[in-house]
């Protein structure tokens, strides 16, 4: 995978950190995910634990059901941008449908699948933006047990 | 994985099959799924692709959502019940909540991400149960297109 330290967001990336902070103003998990397809987002969204009650709606997941059903043949064309590493079950959901490229804010708080998206031809690059590392480490001290039931440990 | 051919289905197993009946009765996808835990239904579900306009409640999702928020602990006790072989995101899923063991009704309409489970150290189990394999080919035959969107195909 790739790594680009410090690169400065593109606007689908700052999608994804807005929907991060939105989800941190509701009292949510700060991570934030955006679908994009021929250079438009057909989907964003953020980690709804806490809001829905949810237990799959990871940032990438609620981005995916906002884009609704899709043909693969659309799936095949997207980039996922998400503003942490995806966990097993997003990276899961790539391979189901195909998502061959994914932009990764950062891996320091959470290192997620990536190897296994590498390992099954996604191309994963890893940003390390220092806004997104700020925001889940502030998260982390300050709701240290919502995270733990989010990454099931 | 163990494979235990034309097995009586328990009443787990019996469930989840209850659960792709009432999906198929509903116009959907016709995978079912149950959550035990202590020997008891925390969680059941079926796909509500069609039902929903959902592109991530497979079976497994729906029945994990339905349990709601739930403790390492709880998942790490659990045995996940489905009617067919899980996909790469509901495989995904049981590794990101440590669920230990999958039951699984068949695996010849679809062969999902088991050696996955297997190698990340999940006792998985495969039925070949017959009814299941009978009302997912009657499934695939009658509605191709939707089956495919289903697997990103």
Chains 1, 2 share one sequence.
């Not at 679908?35 to 806490?50: E, S, Y």
């Not at 043949?73 to 391979?95: A, D, F």
């Not at 998260?139 to 039931?149: D, G, S, T």
Request: hydrophobic share 35%; proline share 4%.
């Amino acid at each position: 995978m790739k790594h680009k330290n410090n690169m400065k967001p593109d606007k689908f990336l700052e999608a994804a950190i807005e929907e991060a902070r939105k989800g941190y103003a509701e009292g949510g998990i700060p991570i934030g995910s955006v679908i994009m397809h021929n250079n438009k987002i057909i989907g964003r969204g953020h980690n709804r634990r806490v809001q829905n009650g949810s237990a799959i709606l990871h940032g990438e997941m609620d981005a995916l059901e906002n884009a609704g059903r899709q043909p693969a043949s659309v799936y095949q064309e997207c980039v996922l941008y998400t503003t942490l590493s995806p966990c097993s079950m997003c990276s899961g959901t790539i391979l189901l449908y195909g998502i061959p490229k994914v932009i990764i804010a950062e891996n320091k708080t959470f290192m997620g699948e990536e190897e296994l998206l590498t390992s099954r031809g996604v191309d994963v690059t890893v940003l390390e933006n220092q806004e997104c590392i700020d925001l889940m480490n502030q998260f982390i001290a300050e709701k240290p047990e919502l995270w733990n039931e989010d990454i099931g440990e």
